[in-house]
């Protein structure tokens, strides 16, 4: 016993709380990696892939022929030459009547967008296969583009799937009335509008597409030489994958291992079943050969999925003093020419979110789905719910103008005190716990609110060059995805569950494997941290075992700022069995009853004696099994699944100080603070560092990123010299404030916080831009905010020119042809 | 075919390569030195970013025989032993990484920068690492890594840097 790691005795500290340094860093910072790409097994192929230069086009003639005739090739095909390819799923069929397009993994008849796979070819070297690819003689027969949505949903428009008959993906409503959580948004418009003392704002926003652009482009290894095929692969959803493949490509799901190895980021762009993944397999099988393909930068930003990409038609109604009345949102959601695995959920997340922190008495939401010859778009960082945040903290500041209101005054004026929680909002969930004035109160001090204003007023009075901007986003959002029986009404094909077990070995370690596989969270720590507390064990002792479907076989990954929500939970209640079967145990081994034996940092002793024995002794008399209890078995592990009943709802209050130059149209954040609430904090490091990735995302899409296509659909964008990643001196620092009201409903009290930050951070930024320029005549300018739109928009201003987007009326409700196809009540169609 | 002969990480290496590999390619692919990673194709994001001669260089960006007859360190030449490089200290003391896949070009980066620059402000911190991308620190962390290598190493050699003697923050797990 000498030799176990039994130290119990010297852990009463909490570690939930502390800044460990993280686990993960020792093979990172030094190279020790195991990317997916890193990996060679013997006799290796490598694949490279023929891509479509059309975005529309039907394929009249393909022969790969040339390319088999050259150097070290091994094979080559066509899309016709994988009679075994499945379609690719989508796993969020969001009503009954949804159209979805079969996809396929290598394209066969005709390709709809610019960057689909049209063949196949297998080389000894990558080098020897990219050459190969301009060996492969293939002819289109290019066709008419869609691109934009309206024109897509117009009639007469170019099908982008002509089986499906119509462009329109699907259309899902929610209407307050109709579910019964608030009134008629139509006829509280409409009273609005007679109403002398309401005022009705209407805008139209464009949220641009995005790119995820994780750091490391994805890439698949796949062995086919034993029993069970393993696949690696960068990706956030080993499990998922697993599933997926084995529903779509008649692979049994037994057969099929899959370890997601280190994974460079993801941000949801590696939510996702790929075509390359499924090709690198069907190729293993094919040859019997491990096979390898790894994608540029450049196939990764024209083929891996995009995000956003909404037109959004908003119209608010208030009344003179500030309190709102209605709130009616359009939306129209590009699809790009396929349905991701989770895509055409994405923007319905937004139905939950548009209403925010604020007390709606009337609300509804129409998304209409749009197929377009684009690259498909899906989740990304905050998916839906950044999208929402915008249009609902824009329109909070364009309210707050009509009003001739201060902005945060406005949002005060409608937010739910803290006093009212539980409160269940006009689209049907119920807010646990928050407090916005505690986090807005924060905020205003740490940003000095006052002196900004007083600040921004001068340099107004004295017609300063540059303008200085306020911006506030005052926002919450829905995390710990998902309570499965929602996910079921919402037509989700799976649970929104995580797992979680414990293996107590004999010496004292303590193994942890979980579902919520981590690709940069620092779970490993995190974990650990948790078990250290709930066990007693060391914080050394706990390793922690995740994205191999082998060790651990149950799962539903990563994303939603679920995985400390849900996974954390999960290890919350596998503890708790653990402890519950080695109380039986140390009751035996003490002689005493069970009732009277209490655990706590680690040791189980007898009520009113000095009789103890720590968790490891009691593993050690597990494993050596000489003497336990009749009926008990040999071992303290245990498991454990937690199905979440709510979401948890972090928030917080971000203001941004914006420098605008308006001779230039340079704009520069001077000041950003964010107070955030994200419930209990297991790693403040961490937590932090979430925080600040998340922020030069949102402001990234405020300022920087967006994807771009030429007429005729070629990705204009397609490498970091066009697609604008911000660098570190295009960021400021950040100030970081917290408040803490526990989740009630999680063993940690924890809300998450993985997408905060993105979500947060894009309207604060842009309501800055703008409020530096309103006095100019600036009433919007359309995101990235780069210094050529902010100068067009101040010099149209000056001109007396609007500058609004799109200055079409939008009737209260859906635009006649283009978005109705009507309400559904309770929620989807 | 073309003869190449270079040092890497302190071993000599001789091999005949196509003219057309690139440093990066051979290094991962002939010496299995995949510490060092690609992450683009344009010679932006510097993930790739290795010294070579003492400089720093995008290895995606040189030609493996560019590299003949040169001396190149790559991330995982840093340690001394069981001895961090401070700079490799400084990220994990300052969580200055998350995924992980840009940090051993930003590591590189940062010691090249450090070598120019023993004392930098912020502002020249964020311009010296322009030419490297992270997608999920949002670089507040790196430029306290940084700032705080910069910190240690003062006083000083950049070359004795490596063998600082071991304290609290050098201790991983």
């Known amino acids: ?829 | 075919m073309t003869a190449l002969s270079v040092k890497v990480d302190g071993v000599k290496y001789s091999d005949d390569v196509e003219p057309r590999m690139l440093l990066v390619q051979y290094l991962r692919e002939k010496l299995g030195k995949v510490g060092t990673v690609i992450g683009c194709d344009t010679s932006n994001c510097g993930a790739c970013t290795v010294h070579l001669d003492g400089k720093s260089v995008k290895s995606c960006s040189v030609l493996a025989v560019q590299a003949d007859g040169g001396e190149v360190t790559t991330v995982e030449g840093l340690a001394k032993g069981n001895e961090l490089h401070p700079v490799q200290k400084a990220f994990h003391q300052c969580h200055a990484l998350q995924c992980g896949y840009c940090t051993p070009g930003m590591i590189m980066q940062s010691i090249s920068l450090l070598s120019e620059n023993a004392n930098p402000t912020e502002h020249e911190i964020r311009e010296g690492l322009e030419g490297n991308l992270c997608r999920c620190t949002g670089y507040q962390n790196i430029v306290a890594a940084v700032q705080s290598a910069a910190g240690e190493m003062s006083g000083k050699s950049l070359a004795s840097a490596g063998a600082a003697p071991t304290d609290e923050t050098g201790t991983l797990r």
């Open chain 1, 1 to 829: 016993m000498t030799a176990t790691l039994d130290t119990a005795a010297d852990a009463p500290v909490m570690e939930v709380g502390k800044e460990r340094r993280r686990k993960e860093d020792a093979h990172l910072i030094t190279g020790r990696t195991r990317w997916t790409d890193n990996i060679v097994l013997n006799g290796m192929v490598h694949l490279a892939l023929l891509r479509s230069p059309y975005a529309h086009a039907k394929i009249s003639s393909i022969s790969v022929a040339g390319a088999l005739d050259s150097p070290g090739v091994v094979g080559a095909w066509t899309g016709a030459d994988f009679p075994e390819q499945g379609g690719l799923p989508c796993a969020w069929p969001i009503t009954p009547d949804m159209k979805s397009p079969v996809r396929l993994p290598v394209a066969v008849e005709a390709v709809k967008f610019a960057g689909e796979i049209v063949a196949v070819v297998a080389a000894r070297t990558k080098a020897e296969a990219v050459d190969a690819l301009e060996a492969i003689e293939i002819d289109y027969e290019p066709l008419e583009v869609v691109l934009d949505m309206q024109a897509a949903l117009a009639e007469g428009s170019t099908l982008v799937h002509p089986e499906l008959g119509t462009n329109q993906n699907a259309v899902w409503a929610f209407d307050s009335a109709g579910a019964g959580t608030g009134g008629d948004v139509v006829k509280a418009l409409a009273d609005a509008e007679a109403d002398p003392d309401q005022v009705v704002v209407e805008r139209v926003f464009r949220q641009q597409r995005l790119i995820p652009a994780f750091m490391e482009p994805r890439s698949t290894v796949v062995d086919p030489t034993s029993e069970q095929i393993t696949m690696w692969s960068a990706t956030q959803i080993p499990h998922v994958l697993r599933v997926l493949i084995a529903l779509s490509q008649g692979i049994p799901e037994h057969k099929l291992r899959v370890i997601a190895p280190d994974v460079g980021g993801g941000f949801g762009g590696k939510l996702q079943v790929t075509p390359e993944e499924i090709i690198t397999l069907m190729v293993a099988r094919k040859m019997n050969k491990p096979v390898k393909f790894t994608e540029t930068r450049s196939e990764s930003l024209l083929s891996a999925h995009h995000g956003r990409d909404q037109i959004q038609r908003l119209k608010i109604s208030a009344r003179k003093d500030g309190t709102i009345t209605g709130f009616d949102v359009d939306l129209l959601a590009d699809m790009g020419a396929y349905l991701g695995t989770v895509g055409p959920g994405v923007p319905i997340l937004g139905a939950f979110m548009f209403n925010a922190i604020y007390k709606i008495p009337a609300y509804r939401f129409t998304c209409t789905n749009v197929f377009t010859n684009k690259t498909l778009t899906d989740a990304y960082r905050g998916a839906g719910r950044p999208e929402a945040t915008f249009g609902v903290e824009r329109m909070m500041d364009e309210l707050a103008v009509e009003l001739g209101m201060e902005p945060m005054e406005l949002r005060k004026k409608n937010w739910i005190t803290h006093e009212e929680f539980p409160f269940t909002t006009i689209s049907g969930l119920t807010y646990d716990s928050g407090n916005y004035e505690a986090a807005t109160a924060q905020a205003m001090e740490l940003f000095d609110y006052d002196g900004m204003r007083a600040e921004q007023l001068r340099r107004r009075e004295s017609g300063d060059p540059v303008q200085l901007g306020i911006g506030i986003s005052t926002f919450t959002e829905m995390c710990g995805l998902a309570p499965s029986r929602l996910l079921g009404s919402l037509a989700y094909a799976a649970g929104g569950w995580e797992s979680a077990s414990i293996r107590m070995l004999p010496t004292g370690g303590v193994e942890v494997i979980t579902g919520a596989t981590a690709h940069g969270q620092g779970h490993e720590t995190a974990w650990s941290q948790i078990v250290a507390d709930q066990l007693g064990v060391p914080f050394e002792n706990v390793e922690v075992i995740h994205g191999d479907t082998q060790s651990s076989p149950r799962g539903m990954d990563t994303y939603g700022s679920r995985s400390l929500v849900v996974g954390g939970a999960a290890i919350v209640m596998a503890s708790q069995k653990v402890i519950a079967k080695a109380k039986i145990i140390a009751a035996h081994l003490m002689e005493a009853s069970e009732d009277d034996i209490e655990f706590a940092s680690g040791k189980f002793s007898v009520k009113g004696t000095d009789t103890s024995m720590g968790i490891g002794e009691i593993a050690w008399a597990a494993f050596a099994a000489h003497n336990l209890p009749d009926g008990v078995e040999a071992n303290l592990d245990s498991e454990a699944t937690f199905d979440p009943e709510n979401f948890s709802y972090p928030h917080g209050t971000h203001l941004c100080a914006m420098e605008v130059d308006t001779e230039t149209g340079k704009v520069e954040i001077r000041s950003y603070v964010c107070v955030d609430d994200i419930g209990v904090v297991v790693n403040p490091l961490i937590a932090d560092g979430q925080m600040h990735g998340g922020l030069a995302q949102g402001i990234a899409q405020a300022l920087f990123e967006e994807a771009q296509y030429s007429e005729d659909g070629q990705l204009t964008s397609g490498t970091f010299v066009d697609y604008l990643l911000p660098s570190a001196a295009d960021l400021p620092s950040f100030t970081l404030g917290r408040t803490v009201t526990p989740a009630t409903t999680n063993p940690l009290g924890a809300k998450g916080v993985g997408e905060a930050g993105t979500i947060a951070s894009t309207p604060a930024v842009v309501n800055a831009v703008i409020d530096a320029v309103r006095h100019l005549g600036v009433k919007d300018v359309e995101m990235p905010c780069s210094p050529q739109r902010v100068w067009r928009a101040i010099q149209d201003a000056r001109a007396g020119a609007s500058t609004a987007p799109d200055a079409a009326p939008v009737v209260a409700g859906p635009a006649e042809g283009v978005l109705s196809t009507g309400v559904a009540l309770g929620g989807s169609e």
